[in-house]
């Protein structure tokens, strides 16, 4: 493996490990300390000998973010390479009411784009907060993939932060207040801030719909513990006071959002970028609302998220 480099990022035991072998079809080069590799050498649009699907289901969990570059997708073939790793998970409910993609429903669009007042995407322009991907059902996705189409000049940067990471190097007196709790997801608004299609306006936390999760939980494919947060707006920790939980968010927040454990993000056209939503939270910057910013986005079923033992 010698165009592999070093990663902070742990082997995982009982995962291969994510170092491209000798006989791959493509190389990985670590993005950040925290987490990241880019995948070098793979053309997406072709289809994926089962051999290199291994691979980089491998370097996937290892890493938690994979960016391919210079990639040139129709949808079909976004779609071939985002079901190598699952069932298609379809988008959630969308604001505005109808598929952003009719004839490829399965695919959502991220873009500030309009046609008159109609978006033609999600997210608009703005700064899309610190989340996961939709934590607020029972089994959230174990996987996102964005396909930069359109991007701005400057600003619209995404970022990602290691959840395994964030957990390892928790205070431990942080982390005794927070084991064997749950939180609620709420499922009201989305990270523009934005209210779901159906949902009521929710101010106590105490009474948001969605699901609850352990604060704590077992990644489903590699065992290891992560800190699962889903969504700070509206979160609350059953069993406190709304007092005590909104503290305690905040510091388990303050926590898991610091600089060292991200990894940023400038698009290019033709980027790729695959990440493990259980174990890892991203944010977008907002940018200017003249440019253009276009996203082909597909995401993978998830299982149900167990506490850690
Ligand atoms: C998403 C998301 C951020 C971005 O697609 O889930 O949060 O950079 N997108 O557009
Ligand atoms: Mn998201």
Request: with cysteine.
């Amino acid at each position: 493996m010698p165009n592999a480099t070093a990663t902070a990022t742990a082997p995982v035991p009982g995962v291969p490990p994510a170092t491209a072998g000798a006989c791959a079809a493509f190389t990985l080069r670590t993005l950040s300390p925290a987490l990241g590799a880019e995948v070098v050498g793979l053309d997406l649009s072709r289809p994926l000998e089962p051999a290199t699907v291994a691979e980089l289901r491998a370097a996937w969990l290892q890493h938690l973010v994979l960016r391919f570059r210079g990639q040139a997708l129709t949808d079909p073939q976004l779609l071939a390479v985002s079901r190598h790793l699952g069932e298609l998970d379809p988008p959630g409910p969308n604001p505005y009411g109808a598929p952003f993609n009719p004839a490829h429903p399965e695919i959502n669009v991220i873009s500030n784009l309009r046609e008159g007042d109609r978006p033609l995407g999600n997210l608009g322009d703005g700064e899309a907060v610190w989340h996961q991907d939709m934590t607020y059902i029972d089994h959230p996705p174990m996987a996102s993939m964005l396909y930069a189409i359109e991007v701005p000049p400057s600003g619209g940067d995404t970022y990602w932060a290691n959840l395994h990471l964030a957990l390892e190097s928790m205070p431990a007196g942080l982390r005794r207040r927070i084991e064997g709790r749950s939180a609620v997801h709420d499922s009201t608004y989305n990270s523009a801030g934005i209210m779901r299609r159906g949902m009521k306006d929710v101010t106590d936390p105490r009474e948001a719909p969605g699901a609850r999760h352990p604060l704590i939980v077992v990644h489903p494919d590699t065992g290891r513990e992560t800190l699962l947060l889903g969504r700070r707006r509206n979160g609350y920790i059953l069993g406190l006071s709304l007092a005590e939980s909104e503290a305690l968010l905040d510091e388990l927040w303050a926590h898991a959002c610091q600089p060292q454990f991200a990894f940023r993000q400038e698009w290019k056209v033709g980027d790729v970028i695959l990440w493990d939503n259980r174990s890892t939270l991203h944010r977008r910057d907002s940018f200017d609302a003249a440019s253009r910013r276009r996203m082909h986005r597909t995401q993978i079923k998830g299982a149900a998220l167990r506490p850690a033992a």
